[in-house]
């Protein structure tokens, strides 16, 4: 498995950053949880040198604002079509489909995952897209999955040892 050209991680949010539950306030809000080891890998990633975008098919400002305090750019909400979001993503970062990697754990995220040089799935994401990723993580969507690839992308590039 060759990722010496992946430099661009694009995450879906929901079930991927977070569990993929989704708690409904008596105001109407959604709450959602972050996992610290996750936030940790993405800040890791761009110390060496990675650049990362958020997609997500919801808008909400808790994600805007999570995505501010682990430096990324790049972030687009309440899409339906993740494959146009995605490549909006890569003109925005001026990028490639062989420089991307993408974690994804539902049916809309298939698009993207059919154009990425390393399409990704979380433990606990549908059959078929366990399917069509090359790679499928040991931990679940907003458990580490995150952490735990870019761990596995670093260390195919044999950067992991130096941080």
């Known amino acids: 498995m060759d990722l ?15 569990p993929g539950d989704v ?3 008596e105001e109407g809000d959604l709450a959602r949880t972050f996992n610290i080891q996750d936030g940790c890998g993405i800040k890791l990633w761009h110390r060496c040198g990675g650049r990362s975008a958020l997609v997500s098919g919801r808008q909400t400002p808790v994600v805007d ?4 305090k682990l430096g990324i750019e790049t972030v687009l909400q309440g899409t339906a079509d ?3 979001a995605y490549r909006n993503v890569l003109t925005a970062n001026a990028a490639g489909d062989e420089q991307v990697c993408y974690l994804g754990d539902d049916l809309p995220d298939l698009g993207p995952m059919g ?11 549908v059959p078929a897209v366990k399917q069509a ?3 499928v993580t040991r931990r679940p969507g907003g458990r580490g999955a995150v952490a735990e690839l870019i761990e596995l992308i670093l260390r195919k590039q044999r950067r992991w040892a130096p941080v």
């Open 23 to 25: 708690f409904c306030q």
């Open 115 to 125: 154009r990425c040089r390393f399409p990704v799935a979380v433990a606990n994401a």
């Open 82 to 84: 993740k494959l146009s």
């Open 4 to 18: 010496s050209t992946i430099d661009l991680l694009i995450l879906d949010v929901d079930g991927v950053l977070t």
């Open 133 to 135: 990723a090359q790679y």
């Open 65 to 68: 604002r999570r995505a501010r």
